[in-house]
């Protein structure tokens, strides 16, 4: 397939069919993952696939999950875009969900340069930037054998690394629930943009 397809096949998605997914898809994508490129060429990522009930339960533990559509929640996104505002209220209440019925569920964890709380400045976030490079890869390869899936930043990262015993000194970078896309499953369009709009050449 030709990246440009893959490309453009790749969605987010946050309603799954139970279908399981062949180890060799999430091999294939793990390994891809790991060629992208890291800001000390040392590629200090792991990767942790959560397949015990009692372990997802915690992690919809771990902060508070909203699981319907209420007046407060609508408020809160009454002045954005409709089709941002569309995509939060679609996305919210189904996070814990997903969390727990997704036929598989990864977290990406990381080595910081710095600690996020103590970063300055946009240096200080290399590693960061490094470890979104490989979770776009393997969203695209996965997107290559038809599975879809959505990232998940958690806000409460030392209750994960607590259930996980993720050393203290790594990070969790997000946590992506994945597998086939539901027949039901609902896609938000992503706003259409125009290279021209946004190409800026020597200045602003």
Known sequence: MELSEVINRRRTVRDFSQNKVPFKIIEKALRT?????????????????????????????????????????EQAFKDYENLAKDMYLDAIPKQKRMI???????????????????????????????????????????????????????????GIKKIFSIP?????????????KASHAKIIPQKEIQLESKLHINTW
């Open 33 to 73: 993952g790991l060629k992208a490129p890291s800001y000390n060429h040392l590629k200090e990522w792991d990767f942790i696939l959560v397949r015990e009930d009692r372990h997802r339960l915690a992690l919809t533990r771990t902060e508070e999950m909203i699981e319907e559509i209420t007046n407060e929640l």
């Open 100 to 158: 727990l019925t997704a036929p598989e569920l990864l977290i990406v964890v990381y080595k910081p340069k710095t600690q996020v709380s103590e970063s300055k400045k946009i240096y200080d976030l290399n590693c960061l930037a490094s470890v979104w490079c490989c979770i776009e890869n393997i969203l695209l390869s996965l997107a290559e054998d038809d599975v879809f899936g959505v990232t998940f930043i958690p806000k409460n990262t030392p």
């Open 168 to 180: 203290q000194q790594l990070e969790v970078a997000a946590i992506i629930p994945f597998g086939y």
